[in-house]
C-alpha cells in the first residue's frame, strides 16, 4: 500500500473552467508565467502560429506590422516574421502581470485568428551504434544506372539543424590553379542563434546571414587549420555536418559522395535549446521561417530546391492539420519544390496508445516516468468526435502512489486543472472539448515537470471516462527525450505501459503532411525498417513513412559521413536516412528542369521517387537501396 507521504505529496486541484478556450500549450505557459516561471521579465515572448482570417489578411495587404497592429491592440503584443498562405509565424508578448486576461482578451477581441497556437519543440534525431563497413547493393547500382550524369548542378539543397563546418572540404570547390584557396558551395548561410543585427535578413528581422562571398574571403584568410573566426560561429555538433554531406557532400575527404555532390547549399543554424530542456533544438515557427528562407533564396537565383528536416516531435494531432504542417504543406507544394522530413526515432520507445471507448465506459492510459528523468514530460491525447453541446468526455489523472478513489474530481471539457506539491504548481490538466472550428476533435494536454523534491517519478494513470452518446476513439502521444547534452542517450524517457502500448502510430507529429515527403530508416543489408523508425497510419488513416532509405547499413551499423572540424565521422537513424532522399530529389528536379518541362513539386515528386525505386521492402514501405557508400579510408570520428 502507498505510504502516507507518497499519497498526500500530489495534488489535483478543483478544476475550472477556462474563461476562453485556448490552446493547451499556450494555457501551460501562461500558468507558469503566473507562478513566476522564466525569470523576472516584465513581459514574456512566445513563439505562436496564427491560423488569419482571408478578410483580416486582404484588409491589410499582407503588410505584417499593419497586421500585428490590428491583431493586437491591447496589452498583449504580436510581432509577425512570416505569412505563409494563412499561416503566420510570431512572437506573442505577454505582460507577466495579467498575462491571461491579456491573452484572454486577444483571443476574444479578434475574429481574424481563426486559430492560436504555441509553436512545438523540434528534436534532433540522433542514434547511438556500433560502426561497421558499408555493402554494396545491386538495386543501387540499378538506380545509378538511371540517373547516370545527374549531379545536382543547378538545384539547391536546404538543411535546417544544428551544426554545419563551413571549412570542411566536402563543401568547398578545389582551386582552379595551385595554391589558390579552395571556394564554397555554401551560398548563403543563415544562423538564427544571433538577435537583431545589421546582417539579419531583412524579411525576418533577426540572425545573421552570411554569403558566399563571405565565407570565401574568410577561407582566404585562413593559415593552414586556424580555428574559426568569431564571425563564423564555430558547430557545437557535427548532425547538420553529417546530413548535409549525405545529401550534397562532394566525398573529397570521406571518399562517399552524397546523392548530389554539386548541388548548391543553403544552411540555416536553428538556434539553441532553450529554458531547461537541452534536448529541444528549436521552435517550429523557426524551421517554417528557415525553409521560406531556402525556398525564397533559392528563387533569388531562378533554381529549383530540396529541403531537409532531420527533426522530429510528437506534440500535435498527428493528420496534417496542426499549423505547422500546413505551413510547410503550403511551401512544399510549390512546383520546383521538396521538402522532405525523418520519421522520427521513436518506433521503439512506447510513446503511443490509442483506445475506443463504448457510451458510458472508461479507457485508463498508464503513463511510467523512470526516477532518472529529470525533464519535463507531457501526455497529448487527441479524441474524435470532440465535445459537443450536452455531450462531456471526463478526464481524471492520478499521481503515483495515489488510487482511483481518493484522485482528483474529473476535468470536463473547457476546464484547466492544476497538479501541485508542497504548495507549488508542479503541472497542469488542460482539457479543449474542441481544438476549434475548423479541427473539431478534443485535446487534452498533461504537464508533469521533474523537480528534486517531488515524488513524480512511477506510473501516473490518465482516466477517460465517455459520457456521451457514442464511441469515443482517443489516440495519446508522449513527448520524446531522446538527446542530452554530450549526445548521449539516457533511460529518462517516460513511456506508456507496454499492456497499454500501441505502435501503430509513431511518425514524427509533424510529418503527416500531404505535400511534404516522410522518410524511414531502413537497414539497408535487409531493407527492413530499422526497428526504431517511426511508422504506422496517421490519425486520419494515412500510411507512413511515404519511403525508406538506409539509416543503418546492417543491424546496429553506422553510415560514414563528415564531421564536424574535418572529420569523417559515422551516423545512423531517420535522420540519416532523410538526405539520402532529399539528394535523390534533387537529381530527378536536375533531370526535369534538363528536360525544360513542368518542374515537378509536392506528391508529384513521391511518384517519381516510387517509379524510380520499383520495389517495396518485406515492411510494405518502397524503398530506396541507397548508392554505393565504400568504407571511408579514414577512422570515424565525432558522435
Request: net charge positive.
Amino acid at each position: 500500500m502507498a505510504t502516507m507521504q507518497h499519497r498526500n505529496a500530489i495534488r489535483l486541484g478543483r478544476a475550472r473552467r477556462c474563461a476562453a478556450p485556448m490552446d493547451p500549450h499556450l494555457l501551460e505557459i501562461v500558468a507558469r508565467v503566473e507562478d513566476g516561471a522564466y525569470g523576472d521579465a516584465v513581459e514574456l515572448g512566445i513563439d505562436v502560429f496564427l491560423d488569419l482570417a482571408p478578410d483580416m489578411l486582404a484588409a491589410c495587404g499582407g503588410d505584417r506590422d499593419a497586421l500585428s497592429r490590428r491583431i493586437a491592440p491591447g496589452d498583449a503584443r504580436l510581432d509577425i516574421r512570416a505569412i505563409v498562405g494563412s499561416i503566420a509565424t510570431a512572437t506573442l508578448w505577454l505582460p507577466r502581470a495579467g498575462a491571461r486576461p491579456a491573452l484572454a482578451a486577444l483571443r476574444r477581441g479578434s475574429s481574424g485568428i481563426r486559430r492560436l497556437k504555441a509553436s512545438p519543440f523540434l528534436r534532433l534525431q540522433a542514434r547511438a551504434a556500433i560502426p561497421g563497413p558499408a555493402m554494396p547493393d545491386a538495386g543501387a547500382s540499378r538506380i545509378a544506372g538511371l540517373l547516370a550524369g545527374l549531379d545536382g548542378d543547378g538545384v539547391v539543397i536546404g538543411v535546417v539543424d544544428d551544426g554545419c563546418d563551413l571549412a570542411h572540404p566536402n563543401f568547398l570547390v578545389a582551386p582552379d590553379t595551385p595554391g589558390a584557396p579552395p571556394r564554397t558551395r555554401i551560398l548563403h548561410y543563415w544562423d538564427q542563434r544571433h538577435g537583431a543585427c545589421a546582417d539579419s535578413p531583412p524579411e525576418y528581422g533577426y540572425g545573421r546571414e552570411t554569403t558566399a562571398a563571405q565565407i570565401d574571403a574568410w577561407l582566404a584568410s585562413r593559415v593552414g587549420d586556424a580555428p574559426f573566426d568569431p564571425a563564423f560561429t564555430p558547430p557545437r555538433d557535427s548532425h547538420g555536418t553529417r546530413v548535409l554531406d549525405l545529401a550534397a557532400g562532394n566525398g573529397a575527404l570521406t571518399g562517399a559522395a552524397g546523392l548530389a555532390p554539386r548541388a548548391s547549399i543553403v544552411f540555416v543554424q536553428l538556434p539553441c535549446a532553450e529554458f531547461d530542456q537541452p534536448y529541444r533544438i528549436a521552435h517550429s515557427t523557426r524551421v517554417v521561417e528557415a525553409v521560406d528562407y531556402i525556398f525564397a533564396r533559392a528563387a533569388r537565383l531562378g533554381m529549383p530546391a530540396v529541403v531537409n528536416l532531420s527533426l522530429a516531435a510528437q506534440a500535435g494531432p498527428h493528420d496534417g492539420t496542426s499549423l505547422f504542417e500546413l505551413a510547410l504543406d503550403t511551401l512544399a507544394a510549390r512546383p520546383g519544390r521538396a521538402l522532405v522530413l525523418a520519421a522520427g526515432n521513436d518506433h521503439g520507445d512506447d510513446i503511443h496508445a490509442r483506445a475506443t471507448i463504448a457510451p458510458g465506459a472508461t479507457a485508463a492510459f498508464d503513463w511510467a516516468i523512470p526516477v532518472q528523468d529529470r525533464s519535463e514530460n507531457r501526455f497529448e491525447l487527441w479524441y474524435t468526435p470532440g465535445a459537443r453541446p450536452g455531450d462531456a468526455l471526463d478526464i481524471r489523472v492520478i499521481p503515483p502512489g495515489r488510487d482511483e478513489a481518493d484522485a482528483g474530481p474529473g476535468v470536463p471539457p473547457d476546464h484547466v486543472q492544476d497538479i501541485r506539491h508542497a504548495g507549488r504548481r508542479i503541472g497542469g490538466v488542460v482539457h479543449r472539448g474542441q481544438d476549434s472550428a475548423a479541427h473539431r476533435d478534443g485535446q487534452v494536454l498533461v504537464t508533469v515537470a521533474a523537480a528534486a523534491d517531488a515524488p513524480t517519478a512511477g506510473v501516473w494513470r490518465v482516466v477517460v471516462h465517455n459520457r456521451t452518446r457514442r464511441a469515443v476513439t482517443c489516440h495519446a502521444w508522449l513527448d520524446g527525450d531522446e538527446r542530452v547534452p554530450g549526445g548521449r542517450r539516457l533511460e529518462n524517457q517516460s513511456r506508456f505501459l507496454s499492456a497499454g502500448a500501441c505502435r501503430g502510430s509513431t511518425v514524427s507529429s509533424f510529418a503527416c503532411g500531404r505535400a511534404t515527403l516522410c522518410v524511414g530508416a531502413s537497414i539497408r543489408s535487409t531493407g527492413a525498417a530499422a526497428p526504431y523508425s517511426g511508422r504506422g497510419t496517421t490519425r486520419d488513416g494515412r500510411a507512413k513513412p511515404d519511403i525508406l532509405a538506409p539509416g543503418e547499413i546492417a543491424p546496429r551499423e553506422r553510415i560514414v559521413a563528415a564531421a564536424a572540424g574535418g572529420h569523417a565521422g559515422t551516423g545512423s537513424g531517420t535522420s540519416m536516412a532523410a538526405p539520402q532522399i532529399a539528394g535523390l530529389l534533387a537529381l530527378l528536379l536536375q533531370r526535369a528542369a534538363a528536360r525544360k518541362g513542368k518542374l515537378p513539386g509536392g506528391r508529384d515528386l513521391l511518384a517519381a521517387l516510387r517509379a524510380l525505386c520499383g520495389r517495396r521492402g518485406r515492411d510494405g514501405f518502397p524503398v530506396f537501396p541507397g548508392p554505393r557508400l565504400p568504407p571511408s579510408p579514414h577512422r570515424p570520428t565525432g558522435r
